[in-house]
């Protein structure tokens, strides 16, 4: 089983900041299975980004993925209110598809 | 549009069975695989099973193995996991996603979810 580790636990961060967030894999994943998703308070999960890099249909280009191996990133170029959530990684290409624990990313 | 609508959570005893259904469309369903992914109260989330496109080979983790089945009825565009002994760990929102690919591949689309709560 691949373990996924993300982090920080948790990131406190001002509107308009940037936010870096990591995920480290206990083996290594091919690029192409390894997505992000958001959570936001009370609702489902949203893919953000797939093989990496990739954004979903209709995520804004603030959000970018990069890693390889068993480093990937997401980083949030500036952050705007609605992006404090839950977000977490998932590797999808070898079962079972793990996620990570996931990063709260709170207001400072 | 895809559109997934999750059904038949609610509050089962330990040891007790349940059957969760997962209504798509807006998509060829059958090309698609389709997951369950689990959230405790409070908690991250946890994949559960996949039920992957075509013939439909099956993946589950460890924790529901040999308890849950997952199964699609192409006929009626739906999704079904079976969970059979049920234990108190299995309190969870149960969300259905679909996968991105006929067998491996993100879940980019999910449904808001059904609450199982396992209890005396």
């Known amino acids: 089983e691949i373990v996924l580790t993300q982090s920080p636990g948790t990131l406190s961060l001002s509107p308009g900041e940037r936010a870096t967030l990591s995920c480290r894999a206990s083996q290594s994943v091919n690029s192409r299975y390894l997505g992000w998703y958001q959570q936001r308070p009370g609702q489902a999960p949203r893919l953000l980004l797939s093989?990496?890099?990739n954004r979903a249909t209709g995520v804004p280009d603030r959000f970018s993925g990069s890693g390889s191996g068993t480093d990937f990133t997401l980083t949030i170029s500036r952050l705007e209110p609605e992006d404090f959530a839950v977000y977490y990684c998932?590797?999808?290409?070898?079962?079972?598809?793990?996620f990570g624990q996931g990063t709260r990313l709170e207001i400072k | 549009e895809v559109q997934l609508l999750e059904s038949g959570g609610g509050l089962v005893h330990p040891g007790g069975s349940l059957r969760l259904s997962c209504a798509a469309s807006g998509f060829i369903f059958s090309s698609f695989a389709m997951s369950w992914v689990r959230q405790a109260p409070g908690k991250g989330l946890e994949w559960v099973s996949t039920?992957?496109?075509?013939?439909?080979?099956?993946h589950y983790a460890d924790s529901v193995k040999g308890r849950f089945t997952i199964s699609r009825d192409t006929s009626k565009n739906t999704l079904y996991l079976q969970m059979n002994s049920l234990r108190a760990e299995d309190t969870a929102v149960y969300y259905c996603?679909?996968?991105?690919?006929?067998?491996?591949?993100?879940?980019?689309?999910w449904g808001q979810g059904t609450l199982v709560t396992v209890s005396s």
């Open positions: 039920f992957t496109g075509g013939a439909g080979d099956t």
């Open positions: 996603a679909k996968i991105s690919a006929w067998y491996e591949g993100a879940f980019d689309y």
């Open positions: 998932q590797q999808y290409g070898s079962s079972p598809y793990t």
């Open positions: 093989g990496t890099s």
